[in-house]
């Protein structure tokens, strides 16, 4: 069923587990991905970036999603990933998208309270879902350190723009697969202990270890986001299946074989953010 993102946060609230969010990298990919989690009884929020959306069609890719979620027993929501113009954020809300994100997190404090109020404005006229960021994560060229969110301007951000969820800085980068990210599970905590009402959103995942996933999770993260590893995995399994290929093979089976790879990654982070383990 296609639904929003709030209430399926809001579920895994109270079961203290997590939601996995997986990018979009192309229209392809969209029915595996919702059907694999459908298999594993998993909520599930599949979310694209703005250039992507755009490269698709903001409409042409939630009727795909609308559609395919119509036949399945689990929530599918459709997210914007890291829009900064509020005008990204409208063309996804008109093209159907069931939930956004404003991203003015290179912004100063007052500035991102106040463009993030008015993205929530839009979003909740159009009754959608809506997360911003407090904090930066990493992007492009790996450093060492990036801005963690102070955990008194979450509050702050919380209480005066009233979004649905989080995403905090706690040293995740964007993009990283050949390491581990070394991530700050103090700053995590000392944020969830103060805004303990709103789940947070894990940006990055894909290079943070398992175990530290899983803490990420008991310390109020809801919203888990991997997109690097799914790619990593279909470009991988595309670079055998498609090299090996002669050029008549039917492009159909090669690429059910590349979306293979990455319904068993996707496997994997469901079980790794719905691990019974994790439930209060």
Request: charged share 25%; hydrophobic share 40%.
């Amino acid at each position: 069923m296609y639904t929003t993102m709030a209430p399926m946060l809001a579920q895994a609230k109270q079961e203290g587990k997590g939601v996995p969010a997986f990018n979009i990298h192309a229209l392809e990919v969209v029915p595996m991905m919702a059907r694999t989690a459908a298999e594993k009884s998993c909520p599930v929020i599949l979310q694209v970036s703005v250039s992507t959306a755009k490269y698709i069609g903001f409409h042409l890719l939630s009727t795909v999603v609308r559609e395919v979620a119509s036949s399945l027993d689990v929530p599918v929501a459709l997210h914007l990933d890291h829009a900064a113009k509020l005008e990204d954020i409208g063309a996804a809300i008109d093209g159907g998208f069931s939930s956004v994100m404003y991203d003015g997190s290179l912004l100063p404090l007052s500035e991102n309270i106040q463009r993030t109020q008015e993205a929530v404005k839009l979003a909740r006229q159009a009754k959608v879902s809506i997360e911003a960021e407090l904090g930066i994560v990493g992007r492009g060229k790996i450093i060492e350190s990036y801005p963690y969110t102070d955990p008194d301007d979450a509050v702050k951000f919380v209480e005066e723009t009233g979004v649905d969820a989080l995403a905090v800085g706690i040293g995740t980068h964007h993009g990283q697969y050949k390491a581990k990210t070394n991530i700050n599970l103090d700053v995590l905590k000392a944020i969830h202990e103060k805004v303990r009402d709103i789940p947070l959103v894990l940006h990055g995942g894909t290079g943070v270890r398992d175990e530290d996933v899983r803490t990420c999770v008991r310390l109020g993260m809801h919203k888990l986001n991997f997109g690097t590893e799914l790619n990593v995995s279909w470009v991988r399994a595309a670079k055998e299946v498609f090299g090996a290929a002669e050029p008549d093979e039917s492009l159909r089976e090669l690429m059910i074989r590349c979306n293979g790879a990455m319904a068993d990654t996707i496997r994997k982070k469901i079980d790794l953010v719905r691990f019974e383990g994790l439930g209060r």
